[in-house]
């Protein structure tokens, strides 16, 4: 539990600036589609926020295939813990790294740093397995494929090297796969591109903790101790890489049995704003639904329900759907209805871009 503060911050960093495409959504930044547990360690310490997804049909075959033989190789190297409760135990520890949640419609992954000043990105023909892993790797794993005498066929992957350029990237993209297809490559209005770390309106720290009101819960302060691994060898373990960003974070608790709890922020907004986001992980046991929605003077500018996965974490992404008085406060409330079980929601840095 202690660490899980630290995590949050990971999720506005590294998969933040890392994106696949997504069936029913397109682009997306990976922490913003539905996440699935991290990853644990041996000794209790848990993984960065890393996350692959799976490709569809080719991804539950290649399950079928060879999904037991990875699951052996992984249990070699991690200890993944006890079961999860939301999966079957057979396959509990590989299925947690590849999230089934979210199916990636291209083989393309990609990621771009905090100034923009370049994007790198690999796409796989026949790929099953696409996200990001350690600091960050870009994961576009394709499958081998044979002929009837049994040689295997080449594997083909495009590392792109590119200014920041969407557009660039896909033109590029489709070029490359004429013969298997490009995939879904579509660009939502809800996404957010070109990245932007956008602007803290809350820190979920001393002082930013009382502008919040919550109801039928409690929301106090959580601070964190340095306990996740940097890289695959023991000396990563309590690497602080990346903190300097936030000194600590927020906890919500809702009790067991509670029909409706609440928090509630005010903010006072001085330019247009198309998104707000916060930093959720859910340190519960169970998954839980967040109704996250904004209004001003109860004329409701937008809203989304979020699934937060057990043991996992994203980023509460709420586009605006009608546009903001500056001139008006404006209020942020999420919403947890019919908890089942006790819900604990680790949150960090409310944005705004
Ligand atoms: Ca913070």
Same mark, same amino acid.
């Given at each position: 539990?202690?660490?899980?503060?630290?995590?949050?911050?990971?999720?506005?960093?590294?998969?933040?600036?890392?994106?696949?495409?997504?069936?029913n959504?397109?682009?997306?930044?990976?922490?913003d589609?539905?996440?699935?547990?991290?990853?644990?360690?041996?000794?209790?310490?848990?993984g960065?926020?890393?996350?692959?997804?799976?490709?569809?049909?080719?991804?539950?075959q290649?399950?079928?295939?060879?999904?037991?033989?990875?699951?052996?190789?992984?249990?070699?190297k991690?200890?993944?813990?006890?079961?999860?409760?939301?999966?079957?135990?057979?396959?509990?520890?590989?299925?947690?790294?590849r999230?089934?949640?979210?199916?990636a419609?291209?083989?393309?992954?990609?990621?771009?740093?905090?100034?923009?000043s370049?994007?790198? @990105?690999?796409?796989?023909?026949?790929?099953?397995?696409?996200?990001?892993?350690?600091?960050?790797c870009?994961?576009?794993?394709?499958?081998?494929?044979?002929?009837?005498?049994?040689?295997?066929?080449p594997?083909?992957?495009?590392?792109?090297?590119?200014?920041?350029?969407?557009?660039?990237?896909?033109?590029?993209?489709k070029?490359?796969?004429?013969?298997?297809?490009?995939?879904?490559?579509?660009?939502? @209005?809800?996404?957010?591109?070109?990245?932007?770390?956008?602007?803290?309106l809350?820190?979920?720290?001393?002082?930013?903790?009382?502008?919040?009101?919550?109801?039928?819960?409690?929301?106090?302060?959580?601070?964190?101790?340095?306990?996740?691994?940097?890289?695959?060898?023991d000396e990563?373990?309590?690497?602080?890489?990346n903190?300097?960003?936030?000194?600590?974070?927020?906890i919500?608790?809702?009790?067991?049995?509670?029909k409706?709890?609440?928090?509630?922020?005010?903010?006072?907004?001085?330019?247009?704003?198309?998104?707000?986001?916060?930093?959720a992980?859910?340190?519960g046991?169970?998954k839980?639904?967040?109704?996250?929605?904004?209004?001003?003077?109860?004329?409701?500018?937008?809203?989304?329900t979020?699934?937060?996965?057990?043991k996992?974490?994203?980023?509460?992404?709420?586009?605006m759907?009608?546009t903001?008085?500056?001139?008006k406060?404006?209020?942020?409330?999420?919403?947890?209805r019919?908890?089942?079980?006790?819900?604990?929601?680790?949150?960090d840095?409310?944005?705004?871009?």
């Amino acid at each position: 539990m202690r660490h899980l503060a630290i995590r949050t911050i990971l999720i506005s960093t590294w998969p933040a600036r890392a994106s696949c495409f997504f069936e029913n959504k397109g682009f997306r930044w990976i922490s913003d589609v539905q996440r699935t547990r991290c990853e644990s360690q041996p000794g209790g310490a848990e993984g960065p926020w890393i996350q692959t997804f799976g490709s569809g049909a080719l991804s539950s075959q290649i399950t079928d295939d060879v999904g037991e033989v990875l699951q052996q190789d992984y249990t070699l190297k991690w200890d993944s813990g006890p079961p999860h409760p939301e999966l079957p135990s057979t396959r509990s520890h590989y299925d947690a790294w590849r999230n089934t949640d979210e199916v990636a419609t291209a083989g393309l992954v990609g990621w771009v740093p905090n100034d923009l000043s370049y994007l790198i @990105a690999i796409a796989s023909e026949n790929a099953y397995k696409i996200g990001i892993r350690w600091a960050p790797c870009l994961h576009s794993n394709p499958a081998s494929r044979w002929n009837e005498s049994g040689e295997y066929l080449p594997l083909r992957s495009v590392i792109y090297i590119l200014p920041a350029d969407l557009e660039m990237l896909l033109t590029l993209h489709k070029a490359d796969s004429k013969a298997s297809g490009p995939g879904d490559l579509s660009i939502s @209005a809800e996404t957010l591109w070109p990245y932007t770390a956008g602007e803290l309106l809350g820190s979920f720290e001393k002082g930013d903790i009382e502008s919040w009101q919550a109801n039928a819960s409690s929301f106090a302060s959580y601070q964190s101790t340095p306990q996740w691994k940097c890289d695959k060898t023991d000396e990563g373990v309590g690497c602080r890489r990346n903190v300097a960003e936030s000194q600590g974070s927020a906890i919500w608790e809702i009790p067991a049995g509670e029909k409706k709890a609440v928090l509630t922020k005010s903010v006072q907004l001085d330019g247009p704003v198309s998104h707000f986001a916060v930093d959720a992980i859910n340190c519960g046991e169970a998954k839980v639904e967040i109704f996250f929605e904004a209004k001003q003077e109860g004329l409701l500018l937008g809203s989304k329900t979020f699934l937060l996965s057990y043991k996992a974490g994203r980023r509460l992404l709420l586009p605006m759907t009608e546009t903001i008085d500056p001139e008006k406060a404006l209020l942020l409330s999420l919403v947890v209805r019919d908890a089942q079980h006790p819900a604990k929601i680790v949150m960090d840095n409310l944005r705004c871009f």
